[in-house]
């Protein structure tokens, strides 16, 4: 796989599965554009480790996906830096775990505003680029809660991934033949996040699992680059899980 010459924008991508794919691309050459909401200085540190490292451009751009004045503000930026957008990696995402009763109208919609509606706007902007470009390529990061949707702690995290799933097939349906759209739907990934979670619960999750493990960030970003690229070019509206065998 080969990048050279490319920019790609990967949401949410200071940490985690986002940096993880920030890395993946830059290693195969891309120019890469970083975004952050609050993580500064992990973002600022990711930036100098891949021009270090891959001799590639790296943008730093700020900004809250669920506001649409933030995204064009950030979407100015890149295009005052690069002349166009190769791939839009969507994966900024939130969770605000509670159960069904005690969760609020104001957490629910918070979170589907980021996962939900911030990805619909990305995707809408970027997408029209995409199509004056005359081709393109964008990856949606769901979850495979959005496919089996059996966690009552995460009714409204599930219910914004299935509808990335939605949003996807049907973006791919209106840009096509020139820009493929894709969804990859990661298993239990070993984030910073995930980490910090109850090792008993860890342990009980693994189990559920075929491989017995959870996957690492550069498992995902693997898939994710591999859809981007010119080897996957007859992969078009597809759903690709990434989780292990769960069982």
């Given at each position: ?6 920019t ?37 540190n ?29 979407f ?83 219910a ?11 973006f ?32 009980q ?43």
């Open positions: 796989m080969d990048f050279k010459g490319k790609v924008w990967v949401t949410g991508s200071s940490r985690g599965i986002g940096a993880a794919c920030i890395k993946k691309f830059a290693s195969l050459g891309a120019n890469v554009i970083i975004h952050y909401k609050k993580e500064k200085e992990q973002a600022n990711l930036k100098e480790e891949v021009e270090k490292k891959y001799g590639t451009k790296a943008l730093v751009v700020q900004g809250d996906i669920s506001k649409e004045e933030d995204i064009i503000g950030m100015k930026i890149v295009k005052n830096t690069f002349e166009k957008i190769d791939v839009l990696v969507n994966n900024a995402a939130i969770s605000e775990d509670s159960y069904i009763t005690d969760k609020t109208k104001e957490e629910f919609d918070k979170v589907l505003s980021v996962n939900l509606v911030g990805t619909f706007l990305m995707t809408k902007y970027v997408i029209q680029e995409m199509e004056k470009q005359q081709g393109g390529n964008i990856i949606m990061i769901s979850s495979t809660n959005g496919i089996d949707t059996n966690n009552v702690w995460s009714l409204d995290y599930d914004s991934k299935a509808g990335v799933i939605s949003m996807a097939r049907n791919a349906d209106q840009y096509a033949p020139n820009i493929r759209v894709n969804v990859v739907a990661p298993g239990w990934v070993n984030t910073e996040d995930v980490l910090e979670m109850n090792p008993d619960i860890i342990e999750e693994k189990e559920k699992c075929l491989l017995k493990r959870f996957a690492s960030p550069m498992e995902i970003a693997n898939v994710v680059c591999f859809l981007a690229s010119s080897e996957a070019s007859y992969i078009n509206k597809s759903v690709i899980r990434v989780d292990g065998g769960i069982q």
